[in-house]
C-alpha cells in the first residue's frame, strides 16, 4: 500500500499544474481560461488524491503512515522525509478542500494576471501540504518559509487599495517570528546532530536549552496563530488580500501555528511547555479571547470584523493545545478544523457582497434578506458555527476546548467561556445590519442572489460544518491515537524531568 | 416511536423552510400541522407505554463525542418527566400551529413562519428527551436560536431585531453558567451522562473542589452554575430583561415560546436534576428565593404595563417563579405540574390576547381599548377561563398547581420556604389584580379606540377559535389529573423520574396544613379580582389618581425597575466603548504604533540621521577621527592609571 509515494504526489501535484499554466500561450482571454480551468482540475484533482489519504488512513495509531524517505543532503544527514500522523492528516484534507473552493471563488472576481495568479495558488498549495506532511526540520522549514512567498505576492498584487503596506507587514511580522525558529532549528541539529522529526520527538532536550527553544518556536507560531499581541498583521492582511487570500489565510495559514505548538512545543520541549504554559500562553490567549472579541464589536469593516473574530477563536486553540488533556487537544484540533471552515466559509460569504457591490463597509448594506434569501441562510448557518451552537463544529471545538481548561484551571475555562456571549454579540450584530432590517440602499434593489457557482462553493462547506458537529467522531477517530501519543510522552517527560529536581530540592536522606 | 415523535417535526421544518417556494403557503401549512399532529398523537401513544406500561428506557441513536472519557451519545431518554414533556409541548405545540394558521394568514412569509415553529418544536422535544447534559444543552441553544429567528421574524422592524438580539445574548450569560456546570459535572463524575452522574451523586455528596480560587461543596457549585443557565432560559430576576422585549414576535411565539414551553426549560433543567440538587440543599435554597422573588417583581410590574402581550408576559415571568420555588423546596412534581397547567391557561391567554388585537388591527395598547366584550364574545369568554386558571379560582386547573406550591413552601418548613409563602401570597393577590385590570381594560367600560377600528373589530376565524377550546378545556379540566402528579400516587407515578430525599418532601408536608392556610390563595385571589373591579370599574379614576400620589413607585414599577437601563450603562455601552478604545488606541496606537509602525519609522528616521553624516566634506571626517584619537587614549590611559 504504501509503496508509492501518495504524499509526495499530492504535495507536487498541484506544483505540476503550475509549470503547466505557466507554459500556457495564446491571447490574453484564452490563457485566462485555460489558466482557470488548469487550475481547478489540478486542484480538484488533489483533493480526489487526498481523500485517498482520508480513507486508506488507518485509524487508532499514532505511527506515521505513507511514510517516505529520500537522502538528499547526505552530508548533513538531512533527508526528504514525509509522513502523515493523526494530527497533520485532517490539515492537509483541510488545504486541499479549501484550495479548488478558492479558485472557484475568484472564478471572476480575478481579472488582471490570471495566469500568475492561478500559479501563486498552486504553488501556494503544495506548500502548504508539504509542511504539513514533513517530518524533517529542515524539510518542514522550507515549506513553512516558502508559504509566504505566494501569499505575500497575492495580497501585494492582487490587494486592496493598501496592499503594500499589509502584505509588508505580514511578511516583516511573520518573518521576524521564523527567523528565531531558523536558529531554534539550527541549535537543535548542532545539540542532537539530527533533523529527523520522528526521531526528534524520542529525544530529550537539556532543560536549560529548552527555554530558548521554546521561546524561538513560540515566537514564530504565535505570529502565525495569532496571538495577542502580535495579531495587528491579521486584521490588514486580511482586509486587503482578494477573497481567496483570505479564505487561505484563515482556513490554512493560521493552523499552522497551532500545528506547530502541537508537533514541535509540546512534544519536543515538555518542561519548557509546562514553565511557559501558566507564564505566556494562557493569559495571552484569554486576552485574545476578550480583548479582539470587544474590538471586533467596534469593527465597521466586515472583514476586519471576521479577522478579529479568528484571533478570539484561535485563543482558544492555544489554550486547548497547552490544557495538555485529551479533551482540550482534541477540542482544539476540532477547533482548528472548524474555523478553518467556518471562517474561510464567512470571508466568502463576504466576498459575495463584495464581488457584487465592491465594498466590504457594514453600513453599505441592510435588509439583504430581502433579495438574497439563499444568501442570507448560508450566512446564518456559518455564523452560528462561528458562535458555537451545538449541532455546529464550533460547539465541539470550542466546548472539548472549555471542558480541558476546566480540569486545569477553572478560572482560565471561565474567562474563556466569556467569549461564548461577546463572540455571539459581534456576530448577531453583524448579522443583523447586513442581512436584516429595512432595505433603504436603492442600488442594493438590484442586487442578485447566490449563483450556482457560488452555491456550489458553500455546500461542501456547510456540509462539513454540520458533518463536524453532529458527528464528529470521523474527526476524533481519526487523531485521538496521536493526541494520546502525545500527552502520553509528554507526562512521561515531566515524570522523568521532576524526579531529579524534586530530589535536588529535598534531598533523600 | 419515540424518535419519529422528535423527528417527525424536524422533517417538517426542513420540508417547509428548504422548498416553502415550491410547496406553497397552504403546503407548508398541511405538512408541518400534519406532521406535529402526527407526532401528537404518537406523543400520548408514548406516554401510554411509558408511564402506564411502565416502560421506562433510553433510545440510543449514535455516538456523539467520544474524546478521552468523555463520551456521549444522541439518545433518547423515555421515563415519565420525558413522556409528561412531550405530550404538554406536542399538543400545545400542534394548537398553536393550527391556530397560527389564521393568524398568520395575511403574512408575506407563511412557510418560514411554520418551519421556525416545528424546528423550535423539535429542539424542544430534543431537551426534554435529552440522557447527558449535552444534548440538553443542545436543545437549550436550538430553541434559543429559534427563539432569537422568531422574536425578529419581522426583521424590518429595528425594534424586533434588537429584542431578537437581546433575548439571545442574555440567554448566552445564562448558558456560560450552564456549560461550566457541565465542565464541573464532568469534572466530579467523569461523566456526562444523566444516569452515570445520578448513579455517582450519593458518593459525591460531600466531595469539595476549587472554583476560581473558591474552595466549596462541589455538587453546591455545579448545581448554582446550572441554576445561572435555568434563570436565563426562563427569565428569572437579573436575567430576565430580555422576555418582555420577546413580546416583538409574533403572538403565536409568544403564546408557545415565550409562555408555555421554552421558557418552562429552567424549570424542567432543574427537576431533571433533581438527584443532583438534593444533595446540594444551599442551591437549593437559592432557587428558592430567586423564584419567590420573581415571582413578587414580575406581579408589581405587571401590573403598570398598558401593552396587553407585555402584562400576560411579565405573568408568565411571574408564575415561573412559582415554579422555581416549588423546585428549590423539593414539590417537583408541583413544579411540573403546575408547568403543564401553565403552558395550557397561559398559552390559552396569549392567543386570546392574539385574537384581540387581531380583532384590533394589531393595536396591543389596552388604553386604546375596552367594551370589546360584546363584538368579541368567545374570545372574551376564553379569556375568562384563562385568567380564572391563572389566578387559581376553585376548580381550574390553576388551583390545584399554584395552590399546592404555595403550600408546599410553608410545608418545607424552611426560612426560604416560609419567605417564598409570603411572597407567593402577595403575587397571587397581585396576579387576581393585573389579570382582571386586564379584562376590565381591554374587554369593559368605554370604547377608547378609534371609530375606524371599532367599526372594524370581529371575531376571530374558526381555525383561531377551535384551538382555544382545545386549550381551554386544558385550563379548565388540567385540574384533574392532580391526583396522579402530586397527590399520594405520585411516587408511583413519577418513578426514577424525581429523587426527593426523605424528609424533604413538602409536597406530603402541604397535605397536612390547616385549613385557613390552603384558604388563604384563594380569598387574596379573590380580594385581588375585588379590588381590580372596584379600580377600574367602579371607581375608573383610582388608578391615576394612585398614580399620581406615588409618582416615584408608579415610575419604577412602569420603567420595570430600571433594569434595562441598567445593564445598558453597565454592560452594553462599555462593551462598545472599550472596543472601539482597545481598537484605536491599543493596537492601532499601542501594538502597531510601538512595534512595527513604530520601528520602521524608527529605521527610517536613523538611517537619515546617519545618512547626513556623510556631508563629503574631507575636514568633517578628518575632525572626526580626531575625537576618536582623542578618546581612544584617553581611555587608554585613564585604564592604565585606574
Known sequence: MSDWPLLSLITFLPLLGAAFIFFIRGEQEDIARNARSVALWFSFGTFVLSLWLWFSFERGTAEFQWAEEVLWIPGFNITYRMGVDGISMPFVLLSTLLTPL?????????????????????????????????????VFYIFFEGVLIPMFLIIGIWGGARRVYSAFKFFLFTLAGSVLMLLAILAIYFETGITDIPTLLDTRLPPEMQTWLWLAFFASFAVKVPMWPVHTWLPDAHVEAPTAGSVILAGVLLKMGGYGFLRFSLPMLPEASALFTPLLIYPLSIIAVIYTSLVALAQEDMKKLIAYSSVAHMGLVTVGIFTVTQQGIEGAMIQMLSHGVVSAALFLIVGVIYDRMHSRLIERYDGLVERMPAYALMFMVFMLASVGLPGTSGFVGEFLVLVGAFQVNTAVAVLCASGM???????????????????????LRTILDLSWREKAIFAPLIAVVLWMGIYPMSFIDVMAASVANVIDNYEAALAAAEGPSLAALWPVE | MDVAVVFLPLIGAIIAGLFGRQIGDRGAQLVTCGLLGLSALLSLVVFHDVVIAGNVHVTELFTWIDSGSFELSWALKLDTLTAVMLSVVTVVSCMIHIYSIGYMAHDKSIPRFFSYLSLFTFFMLMLVSADNFLQMFFGWEGVGLVSYLLIGFWYERPSACAAAIKAFLVNRVGDIGFALGIMGAFFLFGAVGFDQVFAAVPEFAEARFTFVGIEGHALTIICILLFIGAMGKSAQIGLHTWLPDAMEGPTPVSALIHAATMVTAGVFMVCRLSPMFEYAPVALSLVTYVGAITAIFAATVGLCQNDIKRVIAYSTCSQLGYMFFAAGVSAYGAAIFHLGTHAFFKALLFLGAGSVIHAMSDEQDMRRMGGLWKRIPYTYGLMWAGSLALAGIPFFAGYFSKDLIIEAALGAGSDAGVFAFWMGVSAAFLTALYSWRLILMTFHGKPRMEQSIWDHVHESPKVMIIPLFVLAAGAVFGGAAAPFLVGDGREAFWGESLLVLFGNDSIEAAHHLPLSVKLLPIVVAVLGIAVAYWMYMAQPGLPAALARTFRPIYLFLLNKWYFDELYDALFVRPAFAIGRGLWKKGDGAVIDGYGPDGIAATTISLAQRISRLQTGYVYHYAFAMLVGVVGLVTWYILSRLG
Open chain 1, 102 to 138: 478558492c479558485i472557484l471563488a475568484s472564478w471572476e472576481a480575478i481579472k488582471v494576471r490570471v495566469k500568475e495568479y492561478m500559479i501563486a495558488f498552486l504553488v501556494l498549495e503544495t506548500m502548504m501540504v508539504g509542511m504539513f506532511c514533513a517530518l524533517d526540520l529542515v
Open chain 1, 421 to 443: 456571549v461577546l463572540g455571539a454579540a459581534y456576530m448577531l450584530y453583524l448579522y443583523r445590519r447586513v442581512i436584516f432590517g429595512k432595505m433603504t440602499k436603492e442600488d
